[in-house]
């Protein structure tokens, strides 16, 4: 029998109750531990997941033997930190979006990695997305020629309860930001994954038509690539009816449409694209991602969103911060 991956979950909010209910459909991963500062919190995750080991400090969790690698669901501004501490303690970590909260955090962070044999993974979860892997695969493949427009679209809603139940989300010096940081990199990193290519300059809008808190709940860009690929944003957490994302990609021969809703699934017109099928086992994107990040961990397999890679959209998204409060075109940083 192949060995499983023993997992411990830093963090017992919303996000993680996510992967929770699908690490059982993970053959190769067991949920062995979970940690939060808030010890009734922490029980109730632990006897709704049946999860053996419970904690409310990481020091407890990075000390225990029965725990291989930690999935940390935390406030941004605490990936780093905590990513160093879980890394010294001998643990694999897969880190929810962003890998930091700002992109000097995370330059410094995987500098540092450099040196370690240790592995981090960061879950951009659509990459493992069956339709968007096609769509990603299909364009590095050229099946859609020179692609020189992109447009994606994130209308999604949330409600005063998701700052209320998590306060960090609506702090500027926690979040890194809004609807950009967390919601929209999902689908910019895609775009920019696809494309094989970092942008180099940012026009950016962001506002708050809502909520009475720090960060943005509209966001809106146009992303210029260094191969003059031009990217379209728009996102919101502030849709009176939540919609289908959108992922538009137009190339010299044809273009395709993704779309998540109401299963993920392409349109595509001029071309007809090779199948692509994503290389790990299972039904859900996060599945998927949970599934790699095993592979990766105990056989060495290649996890599509190492730490390293989670840079460029990070750097494109606080290029678009930065115009949106300057007025003025900013360049995207270049990573060595």
């Given at each position: 029998?192949?060995?499983?991956?023993?997992?411990?979950?830093?963090?017992?909010?919303?996000?993680?109750?996510?992967?929770?209910?699908?690490?059982?459909?993970?053959?190769?991963?067991?949920?062995?531990?979970?940690?939060?500062?808030?010890?009734?919190?922490?029980?109730?995750?632990?006897?709704?997941?049946?999860?053996?080991?419970?904690?409310?400090?990481?020091?407890?969790?990075?000390?225990?033997?029965?725990?291989?690698?930690?999935?940390?669901?935390?406030?941004?501004?605490?990936?780093?930190?905590?990513?160093?501490?879980?890394?010294?303690?001998?643990?694999?970590?897969?880190?929810?979006?962003?890998?930091?909260?700002?992109?000097?955090?995370?330059?410094?962070?995987?500098?540092?990695?450099?040196?370690?044999?240790?592995?981090?993974?960061?879950?951009?979860?659509?990459?493992?997305?069956?339709?968007?892997?096609?769509?990603?695969?299909?364009?590095?493949?050229?099946?859609?020629?020179?692609?020189?427009?992109?447009?994606?679209?994130?209308?999604?809603?949330?409600?005063?309860?998701?700052?209320?139940?998590?306060?960090?989300?609506?702090?500027?010096?926690?979040?890194?930001?809004?609807?950009?940081?967390?919601?929209?990199?999902?689908?910019?990193?895609?775009?920019?994954?696809?494309?094989?290519?970092?942008?180099?300059?940012?026009?950016?809008?962001?506002?708050?038509?809502?909520?009475?808190?720090?960060?943005?709940?509209?966001?809106?860009?146009?992303?210029?690539?260094?191969?003059?690929?031009?990217?379209?944003?728009?996102?919101?957490?502030?849709?009176?009816?939540?919609?289908?994302?959108?992922?538009?990609?137009?190339?010299?021969?044809?273009?395709?449409?993704?779309?998540?809703?109401?299963?993920?699934?392409?349109?595509?017109?001029?071309?007809?694209?090779?199948?692509?099928?994503?290389?790990?086992?299972?039904?859900?994107?996060?599945?998927?991602?949970?599934?790699?990040?095993?592979?990766?961990?105990?056989?060495?397999?290649?996890?599509?969103?190492?730490?390293a890679e989670a840079l460029p959209v990070l750097a494109a998204v606080e290029a678009v911060y930065r115009s949106a409060q300057s007025g003025h075109r900013e360049a995207v940083e270049k990573l060595a």
């Open positions: 029998m192949k060995p499983k991956l023993r997992l411990g979950v830093v963090g017992c909010g919303e996000i993680a109750r996510y992967t929770a209910l699908l690490a059982p459909f993970v053959p190769r991963l067991a949920l062995t531990a979970c940690c939060d500062r808030d010890s009734e919190k922490a029980h109730q995750f632990a006897r709704r997941f049946r999860i053996p080991l419970v904690f409310t400090t990481v020091e407890q969790i990075l000390q225990a033997e029965a725990v291989d690698a930690v999935y940390l669901a935390l406030p941004h501004h605490l990936h780093e930190t905590m990513i160093r501490m879980s890394v010294e303690a001998g643990k694999a970590v897969l880190v929810e979006k962003p890998l930091t909260r700002t992109l000097s955090e995370g330059i410094a962070l995987v500098n540092w990695l450099r040196e370690k044999t240790i592995k981090v993974g960061v879950n951009y979860q659509y990459r493992y997305d069956a339709a968007a892997y096609r769509l990603a695969q299909a364009v590095r493949a050229g099946e859609l020629g020179r692609v020189f427009s992109v447009r994606i679209n994130v209308a999604w809603r949330r409600t005063e309860a998701y700052f209320h139940s998590a306060l960090w989300h609506s702090r500027l010096d926690q979040a890194g930001g809004g609807t950009l940081i967390t919601q929209a990199s999902h689908f910019l990193d895609l775009a920019l994954w696809a494309l094989g290519e970092a942008a180099l300059a940012a026009m950016g809008w962001t506002a708050n038509p809502r909520f009475e808190v720090e960060v943005e709940t509209l966001a809106a860009a146009i992303l210029q690539t260094e191969g003059g690929a031009l990217i379209s944003l728009t996102s919101t957490m502030c849709a009176a009816v939540e919609e289908a994302v959108r992922i538009e990609m137009y190339g010299e021969r044809g273009q395709a449409i993704y779309s998540d809703l109401p299963i993920p699934h392409l349109q595509v017109r001029g071309v007809r694209l090779r199948r692509y099928p994503v290389p790990v086992a299972g039904v859900h994107a996060l599945q998927r991602s949970l599934n790699g990040f095993v592979r990766w961990v105990l056989d060495d397999q290649p996890y599509l969103t190492p730490a």
